[in-house]
């Protein structure tokens, strides 16, 4: 068989596959780390431009059209895998079709022959129609040649470079998985789905039960040794608990409900906690320093929730700092979010339910810097229904939750979110999404999936280091970072 023929039986097949499959190959050029962007017109222009050099392949006149066409589709997507390869944040893995066993490597390789076979083609003809000496022949042919596969090698840097600065700043809701990035190492049946992650160690982590408030439960980090205890209340026989709260913070066994205004902390590992007034109610906590915290309460001035510092060496008791929580709809439940802080980059973070921003704050809540998550939505979408005769107000069904859970350490900050983005496939039980973002450049970086099979959706999350911590459902669930930056086909 010619070479023209076998390009014409490959451009054929290649387009037809993709459109066979177009789903999957949306969801995979949606989630290419180059060219994620533009992929709702790749995924049409593409296979297009395969069809048309087939045809230009097929008539006599045109052969030498389809020849030069197919040389720059081909440097193209040759240049594409030099990008993925040493320049992408991660490497996905590779196309399917009659290609799918080959490695980027070898697709390099198999590029790099096809590119070889389409000069020596081009050559021959050039010499064969040419008049003139072989030498003129030879540096006529070299120019248009150079010029086009140039251009093509120029055309994808181009977009490469745009479609990341898309991302970055145009927050288009369009995410860049990396594939197995965690490893799902041990799971622990804990029989109710009531518990919660009070809080990490260098070698242990702690769970809460909104069910059993007082109820301590402890594990080692590979949730090999498992211990629960009780935690013993001093002076709290007048304390009424509506919903309180575990939290564990270094060496710190903290016990709080911020509709009474208390709060207990003790040695971790006495479990023996005592009551400290506070003056003031709190819809959120979260500790600092020995002594200090961050926290979300209501202003009695407007009613709307607003974030404050406490310290008990503070003989001021304590401060609220206005408009850092920015209103949309009420004040209320359109600035609810996950407050949390970051010990290593000493950053108090918060991050909105329903909207597409976090905040990055120092500790005393004077530099707030405001970043964008990769969702699409910055207007809160609520649906507030009110109870008749009751004066209560909760959410609705309709309301769209951007953010489910949050978790930081290092320089990053991890946001599960159940909202599908764009060319991604319906998310199914055994997953869920997590999207990344490097807290020192405020910027989206990646996503990913955390595994668990047959179990219920992530529920809580926690992150130190390389380690994972889920609760899903019923169940804990450990996680081994596999990766430190990048990802090599599979």
Same mark, same amino acid.
């Given at each position: 068989?010619?070479?023209?023929?076998?390009?014409?039986?490959?451009?054929?097949?290649?387009?037809?596959?993709?459109?066979?499959?177009?789903?999957?190959?949306?969801?995979?050029?949606?989630?290419?780390?180059?060219?994620?962007?533009?992929?709702?017109?790749?995924?049409?222009?593409?296979?297009?431009?395969?069809?048309?050099?087939?045809?230009?392949?097929?008539?006599?006149?045109?052969?030498?059209?389809?020849?030069?066409?197919?040389?720059?589709?081909?440097?193209?997507?040759?240049?594409?895998?030099?990008?993925?390869?040493?320049?992408?944040?991660?490497?996905?893995?590779?196309?399917?079709?009659?290609?799918?066993?080959?490695?980027?490597?070898?697709?390099?390789?198999?590029?790099?022959?096809? *590119?070889?076979?389409? %000069?020596?083609?081009?050559? *021959?003809?050039?010499? @064969?129609?040419?008049?003139?000496?072989?030498?003129?022949?030879?540096?006529?042919?070299?120019?248009?040649?150079?010029?086009?596969?140039?251009?093509?090698?120029?055309?994808?840097?181009?977009? $490469?470079?745009?479609?990341?600065?898309?991302?970055?700043?145009?927050?288009? $809701?369009?995410?860049?998985?990396?594939?197995?990035? $965690?490893?799902?190492?041990?799971?622990?049946?804990?029989?109710?789905?009531?518990?919660?992650?009070?809080?990490?160690?260098?070698?242990?982590?702690?769970?809460?039960?909104?069910?059993?408030?007082?109820?301590?439960?402890?594990?080692?980090?590979?949730?090999?040794?498992?211990?629960?205890?009780?935690?013993?209340?001093?002076?709290?026989?007048?304390?009424?608990?509506?919903?309180?709260?575990?939290?564990?913070?270094?060496?710190?066994?903290?016990?709080?409900?911020?509709?009474?205004?208390?709060? $207990?902390?003790?040695?971790?590992?006495?479990?023996?906690?005592?009551?400290?007034?506070?003056?003031?109610?709190?819809?959120?906590?979260?500790?600092?320093?020995?002594?200090?915290?961050?926290?979300?309460?209501?202003?009695?001035?407007?009613?709307?929730?607003?974030?404050?510092?406490?310290?008990?060496?503070?003989?001021?008791?304590?401060?609220?700092?206005?408009?850092?929580?920015?209103?949309? !709809?009420?004040?209320?439940?359109?600035?609810?979010?996950?407050?949390?802080?970051?010990?290593?980059?000493?950053?108090?973070?918060?991050?909105?339910?329903?909207?597409?921003?976090? %905040?990055?704050?120092?500790?005393?809540?004077?530099?707030?810097?405001?970043?964008?998550?990769?969702?699409?939505?910055?207007?809160?979408?609520?649906?507030?229904?009110?109870?008749?005769?009751?004066?209560?107000?909760?959410?609705?069904?309709?309301?769209?939750?951007?953010?489910?859970? *949050?978790?930081?350490?290092?320089?990053?900050?991890?946001?599960?979110?159940?909202?599908?983005?764009?060319?991604?496939?319906?998310?199914?039980?055994?997953? @869920?999404? !997590?999207?990344?973002?490097?807290?020192?450049?405020?910027?989206?970086?990646?996503?990913?999936?955390?595994?668990?099979?047959?179990?219920?959706? %992530?529920?809580?999350?926690?992150?130190?280091?390389?380690?994972?911590?889920?609760?899903?459902?019923?169940?804990?669930?450990?996680?081994?970072?596999?990766?430190?930056?990048?990802?090599?086909?599979?």
């Amino acid at each position: 068989m010619g070479v023209v023929p076998l390009f014409m039986l490959l451009w054929v097949y290649a387009a037809t596959a993709k459109l066979l499959e177009f789903e999957a190959f949306s969801i995979q050029l949606g989630q290419s780390p180059l060219l994620s962007a533009y992929a709702g017109i790749l995924v049409w222009l593409v296979p297009l431009s395969e069809y048309v050099l087939s045809t230009l392949l097929l008539i006599p006149k045109t052969k030498n059209i389809g020849l030069y066409g197919s040389l720059c589709l081909m440097t193209a997507f040759t240049t594409y895998i030099i990008i993925i390869l040493n320049y992408a944040d991660f490497v996905p893995c590779s196309c399917g079709g009659i290609l799918e066993a080959l490695s980027w490597t070898e697709h390099l390789l198999f590029n790099g022959f096809c *590119i070889i076979l389409i %000069l020596l083609v081009l050559f *021959i003809n050039r010499l @064969s129609f040419s008049n003139q000496s072989q030498h003129r022949s030879l540096a006529n042919g070299l120019l248009p040649l150079g010029s086009g596969m140039l251009f093509s090698s120029v055309m994808v840097i181009v977009l $490469f470079l745009t479609s990341e600065k898309q991302i970055h700043r145009n927050n288009a $809701f369009i995410r860049r998985y990396i594939p197995h990035v $965690f490893d799902q190492k041990q799971v622990y049946d804990l029989g109710v789905n009531s518990y919660y992650i009070a809080g990490l160690t260098t070698d242990s982590i702690y769970l809460g039960n909104s069910t059993a408030p007082f109820t301590l439960l402890s594990f080692d980090k590979n949730l090999s040794d498992f211990n629960s205890s009780q935690i013993k209340l001093e002076n709290a026989s007048d304390i009424k608990f509506l919903a309180s709260k575990v939290k564990v913070n270094d060496s710190v066994l903290l016990l709080y409900d911020g509709t009474v205004p208390v709060l $207990f902390s003790g040695a971790l590992q006495s479990r023996k906690i005592t009551p400290r007034r506070t003056p003031f109610y709190f819809t959120k906590l979260q500790p600092l320093a020995s002594n200090r915290y961050a926290f979300t309460s209501r202003a009695a001035a407007t009613n709307e929730n607003e974030l404050g510092l406490y310290s008990y060496a503070d003989t001021s008791g304590f401060k609220l700092i206005p408009q850092i929580l920015e209103r949309q !709809v009420d004040g209320i439940f359109d600035v609810e979010g996950f407050l949390t802080f970051n010990e290593e980059l000493q950053r108090i973070i918060y991050v909105y339910r329903f909207r597409n921003e976090y %905040l990055i704050m120092d500790t005393n809540l004077n530099e707030v810097h405001r970043k964008k998550l990769i969702d699409t939505i910055s207007i809160a979408q609520l649906q507030i229904d009110t109870i008749a005769g009751k004066g209560q107000r909760k959410l609705g069904s309709n309301t769209i939750h951007v953010s489910n859970t *949050i978790a930081t350490s290092g320089k990053q900050l991890y946001v599960h979110s159940k909202r599908l983005g764009k060319y991604e496939p319906e998310l199914d039980d055994g997953r @869920s999404i !997590v999207d990344v973002y490097d807290l020192n450049k405020g910027l989206y970086t990646h996503s990913l999936y955390l595994q668990h099979p047959g179990m219920k959706p %992530l529920m809580d999350l926690a992150l130190k280091n390389n380690q994972v911590y889920a609760i899903c459902g019923t169940y804990l669930i450990h996680y081994q970072k596999t990766i430190q930056n990048r990802v090599t086909p599979n």
